[in-house]
Nanobody, 128 residues
C-alpha cells in the first residue's frame, strides 16, 4: 500500500519557522521526484517546491513566492522529504501536501496532475 504521511505542521507567528516532513512507503522512493504543494482556503492547489529523484546533487525548484525562504531536501535512506520553512508569512497559511513523481520532475512539475502519489496534508497556520 502506497502511503505518504506528512507531519510537522502547526501554528506559528509570522517570521517563525517550521519543518515539514513526509515519510513514504509502498514504492521505490529513490526513483521518484518529490514535491510540496499547498492549498489555502478558497484557493487552488499551488506548487511550492520539488526535488529530483537523484538523491545527491539533485536539482531543486521553487515557487517564486517561497524562494529564499523555503528549502526542500530528501533523505532516501529514510524514505523522507522535508520542507524547511523560514521567515513565514501569513499568506503561507495552507494545508501542505507532499507528492511523488516517478523519475521526475518533468516539464509540468508545477502541475499536480504530473504526480503519482499524494499525502493527506498537514496544516500550517501563520498568525500575525
Amino acid at each position: 500500500q502506497v502511503q505518504l504521511v506528512e507531519s510537522g505542521g502547526g501554528l506559528v507567528q509570522a517570521g517563525g519557522s517550521l519543518r515539514l516532513s513526509c515519510v513514504a512507503s509502498g514504492f521505490v522512493f529513490s526513483s521518484y521526484a518529490m514535491g510540496w504543494f499547498r492549498r489555502a482556503p478558497g484557493k487552488e492547489r499551488e506548487f511550492v517546491a520539488a526535488i529530483s529523484f537523484r538523491s545527491r546533487g539533485g536539482s531543486t525548484v521553487y515557487a517564486d513566492s517561497v524562494r529564499g525562504r523555503f528549502t526542500i531536501s530528501r533523505d532516501n535512506a529514510k524514505n523522507s522529504v522535508y520542507l524547511q520553512m523560514n521567515s513565514l508569512k501569513v499568506e503561507d497559511t495552507a494545508v501542505y501536501y507532499c507528492a511523488a513523481d516517478l523519475l521526475g520532475p518533468y516539464r509540468d512539475y508545477e502541475e499536480g496532475d504530473e504526480y503519482d502519489y499524494w499525502g493527506q496534508g498537514t496544516q500550517v497556520t501563520v498568525s500575525s
